[in-house]
């Protein structure tokens, strides 16, 4: 089963750019007893590892990599990466997997909303 739920995750993130978290998190809680908190550090793990990857891939392919600018971003999700894991100490599993589905809720609807727009 985690096989599949890789092969999934892999094909999502090809596609859509998209899958550590989206995809990760709520099949790891499905298909598997491991606690919100492993699930979670498992999917940072996946993004960072597929993220690595592809940064990689296209540098190789050649593209200008804004390293001010990546150095920064990665700078500023380091810092809310230990504040997320400091109140995670203070946060039930259950409130996390709420808030994560009401993510999702809003992000899904701001994608439909936006492709409607679109056309």
Not at 55 to 72: F, I, M, R, Y
Not at 99 to 118: D, E, M, N, T
């Amino acid at each position: 089963m985690l096989g599949a739920v890789g092969i999934v995750t892999g094909v999502i993130t090809g596609l859509l750019g998209v899958g550590g978290g989206f995809e990760i998190v709520p099949l790891l809680r499905r298909f598997t007893d491991l606690g919100m908190k492993c699930i979670v550090a498992t999917s940072l793990l996946t993004i960072a590892l597929v993220g690595i990857a592809g940064v990689a891939a296209a540098v190789l392919q050649g593209a200008d990599v804004p390293l001010t600018t990546s150095l920064e971003f990665s700078a500023a999700m380091v810092v809310g990466m230990l504040a997320g894991r400091a109140a995670s100490r203070r946060v039930s599993s259950r409130l996390v997997q709420l808030g994560f589905s009401g993510v999702l809720f809003f992000v899904a609807i701001g994608l439909v909303a936006k492709a409607l727009i679109q056309g």
